[in-house]
C-alpha cells in the first residue's frame, strides 16, 4: 500500500516561514491535499489538489508537489496556526485513501 | 448552514457491531460522495471508507474490509457505517467527511462532522 511520511514536528517563531514536507514514491503524479488539525476539534481542508486554497483560507497557507515531496507552506506564521497537520492522497492503484502521519507544528 | 452530524458511538464489546450515522445538511447530499476518518485516541487521521453520491461506489481500508459497511439514504440525507466483528484496534473518534472528487482521481475532504467517539472493550 501507498505510504505517506511526515516529520512528527516542526517548529518556527512567529512571523516566520513554516514548511511541512509529505513525502511519497512519485507523488508528483497524485494531487495531495492538506488538513490542520486543532486539539479537540475536527480536522480542516487547507489545500487541496496540490496548491488550491479553498474560500476562507488565508493566502498564507500554500502548497507545491513535485517529484517525491509534496510541502506545505505557512507564511507569517501565527500562534493561531499551531495544530497538527496531515496531507493526504488518493492511491488509484488499490483505490483507497491515504493520510501522511501528521505533523505538529509549534510556534514559538 | 452547512453541516453534518454524527451519532451512534459508544461502548461495544471485542466482537460486537455498532450502526454510525451522520446526518447531513445545507447542501445537496446526493451530488457529492462521502467517507468515514476515523482517529484512535493520540494518533493521526485513517481513511476507513467512501460511498459515491449514488451510492452505487463503494471503497474500503483494507483495515476494515469485510468486516465494515458503507451505505446512504439519500432521501434521509444520511450516511451510515456499519460495524462488525469489532476489535479493540477500531477504537477511535469515527468523523464523516463530504467528499469531492471522482472515482478516477478519487477524493478530497472538505467539510466534516465533529465526529462520534467508539469504544471497542470488554
Known amino acids: 500500500s501507498y505510504v505517506l511520511t511526515q516529520p512528527p514536528s516542526v517548529s518556527v517563531a512567529p512571523g516566520q516561514t513554516a514548511r511541512i514536507t509529505c513525502g511519497g514514491n512519485?507523488?508528483?503524479?497524485?494531487?495531495v491535499h492538506w488538513y490542520q488539525q486543532k486539539p479537540g476539534q475536527a480536522p480542516v481542508l487547507v489545500v487541496y489538489?496540490?496548491?488550491d486554497r479553498p474560500s476562507g483560507i488565508p493566502e498564507r497557507f500554500s502548497g507545491s508537489n513535485s517529484g517525491n515531496t509534496a510541502t506545505l507552506t505557512i507564511s507569517r506564521v501565527e500562534a493561531g496556526d499551531e495544530a497538527d497537520y496531515y496531507c493526504?492522497?488518493?492511491?488509484?492503484?488499490?483505490?483507497?485513501?491515504?493520510f501522511g502521519g501528521g505533523t505538529k507544528l509549534t510556534v514559538l | 448552514e452547512v453541516q453534518m452530524l454524527e451519532s451512534g458511538g459508544g461502548l461495544v464489546q471485542p466482537g460486537g457491531s455498532l450502526r454510525l450515522s451522520c446526518a447531513a445538511s445545507?447542501?445537496?447530499?446526493?451530488?457529492?460522495?462521502m467517507s468515514w476518518v476515523r482517529q484512535a485516541p493520540g494518533k493521526g487521521l485513517e481513511w476507513v471508507s467512501v460511498?459515491?453520491?449514488?451510492?452505487?461506489?463503494?471503497y474500503y481500508a483494507d483495515s476494515v474490509k469485510g468486516r465494515f459497511t458503507i451505505s446512504r439514504d439519500n432521501s434521509k440525507n444520511t450516511l451510515y457505517l456499519q460495524m462488525n466483528s469489532l476489535r479493540a484496534e477500531d477504537t477511535a473518534v469515527y468523523y464523516c467527511?463530504?467528499?469531492?472528487?471522482?472515482?478516477?482521481?478519487?477524493?478530497?475532504?472538505?467539510?466534516w462532522g465533529r465526529g462520534t467517539l467508539v469504544t471497542v472493550s470488554s
Open positions: 467527511a463530504k467528499g469531492y472528487g471522482s472515482s478516477s482521481r478519487g477524493w478530497y475532504f472538505d467539510l
Open positions: 445545507g447542501f445537496t447530499f446526493s451530488s457529492y460522495a
Open positions: 460511498i459515491s453520491g449514488s451510492g452505487g461506489s463503494t
Open positions: 512519485n507523488i508528483g503524479s497524485k494531487s
Open positions: 489538489d496540490d496548491s
Open positions: 493526504q492522497v488518493w492511491d488509484s492503484s488499490s483505490d483507497q485513501g491515504v
